[in-house]
């Protein structure tokens, strides 16, 4: 028998995904590789698909502040992963939260598009998110069309977006992989002016949870207490694996296989 704490626990708040490919269970999947212990708090369900989302409605505050501090006064949590939130309100609710885990690093996936495009939540929460949650994540994971949401600048580059967000936000890594190129181009941004740009090979056909999974990843390489630099870049690797490993169980997007055929 191993020790109470021989796994680093993460503290999950995101959205559930009946499908199986986004949400909590994308985040206790990839946590699990990374060799830690998932503790999943709900703060939205969702009616979705490989294809698309429908609908999603966001849980009452009280119900996700129980759930957390259920988790905190049991668990010593070693970090946080934000996934999707829905409301400002409940950013709001994760402020709250994170006053309970100072110095914690927290890792900010702003999920406000599904895989198939469709809304979840309003782009006023994304605003929320970079002016209250921003300034007390250790990085966020935006795409680029979320990252160009969080700029309002639409047409902008990852460059442009990020010389906006920087002042909100210590590290932002903005991710590739929605346009045509060959290669895949993911770079990390530090307000301190430093740069790391990461690319991979760019696979054929089109992800459902591949955010979720990134950023799950990247939560559970700080909580092993991995450098931020090379957390990302293990994140990455890691993240590219389970998509060239992907399945096709429905009719839409590929799910990233984030286990071995062992463990799944």
Request: net charge negative; aromatic share 4%; with cysteine.
């Amino acid at each position: 028998m191993t020790g109470p704490c021989s796994r680093p626990a993460v503290l999950c708040l995101s959205g559930h995904d009946p499908s199986g490919g986004a949400g909590l269970q994308a985040d206790i999947e990839a946590l699990i590789a990374q060799g830690c212990h998932a503790a999943p708090t709900v703060t939205a369900l969702t009616v979705q698909d490989t294809v698309d989302v429908s609908a999603f409605r966001v849980l009452d505050r009280d119900w996700v502040l129980a759930q957390a501090n259920a988790v905190i006064s049991d668990l010593p949590i070693a970090a946080v992963k934000l996934g999707m939130l829905g409301s400002v309100e409940m950013v709001e609710t994760v402020l709250e939260i994170m006053q309970k885990l100072p110095g914690v690093p927290l890792v900010c996936d702003p999920v406000l598009r599904a895989g198939g495009g469709g809304a979840l939540g309003k782009d006023e929460v994304g605003y929320a998110m970079r002016e209250r949650l921003f300034p007390v994540s250790t990085i966020a994971t935006p795409n680029l069309p979320e990252a160009r949401i969080l700029a309002e600048l639409p047409e902008g580059s990852a460059d442009e977006c990020a010389e906006k967000l920087l002042p909100y936000i210590r590290h932002l890594l903005i991710t590739g992989g929605h346009g045509d190129e060959t290669e895949v181009h993911n770079r990390l941004y530090c307000r301190d002016g430093s740069r790391y740009d990461f690319s991979c090979q760019r696979l054929p056909g089109s992800y459902h949870g591949s955010g979720c999974t990134l950023a799950s990843a990247l939560a559970g390489r700080l909580a092993l207490g991995e450098g931020l630099a090379s957390a990302v870049k293990s994140a990455l690797d890691y993240t590219w694996r389970t998509l060239r490993d992907a399945e096709a169980p429905g009719r839409g997007q590929y799910i990233p296989r984030r286990l071995p055929l062992d463990l799944a």
